[in-house]
């Protein structure tokens, strides 16, 4: 690293998978930043107090009001028997929103927040000029053209194994160089299954993830691929691309991170040892590199790396993500919103594994559906997203009578 001053850092979602190891790294090149605040749901009081101890940050922000007694009487209790002062803490929506555009143009926010509830903290991070490490791809995915039309270039840094890996990719290459882009997946839990394969499959089951360790919501969006179909849509974003030129490959080794084919008929890809840490430090410290962060490929080794297609006919939520972002007018935020109460309504026992994408794809299709466009802004989105989750939730009451 330089010998400039560390830039602060704001974590949103630090008790999360992708939190966590932040803070692993954070822990290890001290001199990449210091913690300014961290951001928490609140359902782990015990490990947000772990946390304020190891990093000292000055703000805790509680997302959930009904949450904040636990973690401050968690937190102080720490910090006393420690001797050591406890941060600012507050709690709700829109303190998350503040301390996540807190900071300046010298700093970074790491927005690891899982859902849509992101976009609002992603967009006053943008406002701040900070750097935007981002992990929520709901953001981009919801968010859109409302998001890279608030960014800077070049401030929004992806902190996903595959949109990193083509941003890796693609340094040095002009972007009419680019002929398109392949996004790799490992095909989840149910990669080989057919349809019938899957009727009557848990959530015991959908969270059996072979390569990646992630939270529930995550997990069942990987054995679903309505995780692949959201990088999709985000790589469309990131990286100026229309769906057609983002191709998608099952790749079970989860080494190939992505690849960039260029118009010379050239393809260039990142490969490395699946750990999210890459990402993040990536990010993190970019444009400097992190001596030692991971382990690297050992090419001395025999290894064997294959590729497949997708099995659409089995797996539909690419096909249906693709068509809602043709669509427009907000069907991707209807597409997100309706996943997250279908993965509820999975693990409630109220909605078969297969019935996650049908749930999607009828309330795309019900004639009421209303549009948000642009011009209309974030609040438009947030009304559609509103109504998408009443008509799934009234679908599903629908399915129970």
Known sequence: ????????????????????????????????????????????????????????????????PARVVAVREAVEAACTAAGLPAPRISAG????????GSLGAQDVVLNAITGSVGLLPTLAALRSGARLALANKESLVVGGDLVTGAAAPGQILPVDSEHTAIAQALAGVRHDQIDHLVVTASGGPFRGRTRAELDG?????????PTWSMGRVITTNSATLVNK??????????????????????HPQSIVHSMVTLVDGSTI???SPPDMRHAIGWALAHPEKLPGLAAPLDFSAAQSWTFEPVDEDTFDAIALARAAHRQGGGAMAVYNAVNEEAVDAF???RLDFLGITGLIRAVLELPTRPRAERADG????????????????????????
């Open 269 to 271: 890809a990142q490969a």
């Open 93 to 100: 929506a829109e303190a998350v929103v503040e301390l996540a």
């Open 378 to 401: 974030v609040e438009a989105l947030l009304e559609l997203e509103s109504w998408a989750r009443t008509a799934a939730a009234e679908l599903l009451a629908a399915r129970t009578r």
């Open 229 to 250: 179909a959201l990088e999709v849509i985000e790589a469309c974003f990131q990286f100026d691309l229309p769906e057609e030129r983002v191709q998608v490959v099952v």
């Open 201 to 209: 499959v848990t959530p015991e089951q959908a969270l059996a993830h």
């Open 1 to 64: 690293m330089t010998g400039a001053a560390p830039r602060r850092l704001v974590l949103l979602g630090s008790t999360g998978s992708i939190g966590t190891q932040a803070l692993d790294v954070l822990a290890r090149y001290g001199d990449v930043a210091t913690l300014h605040g961290l951001a928490v749901g609140g359902t782990r009081p015990g490990l947000v107090a772990e946390q304020v101890l190891a990093h000292r940050p000055a703000e805790l922000v509680v997302s959930d």
């Open 347 to 349: 693990f409630d026992g």
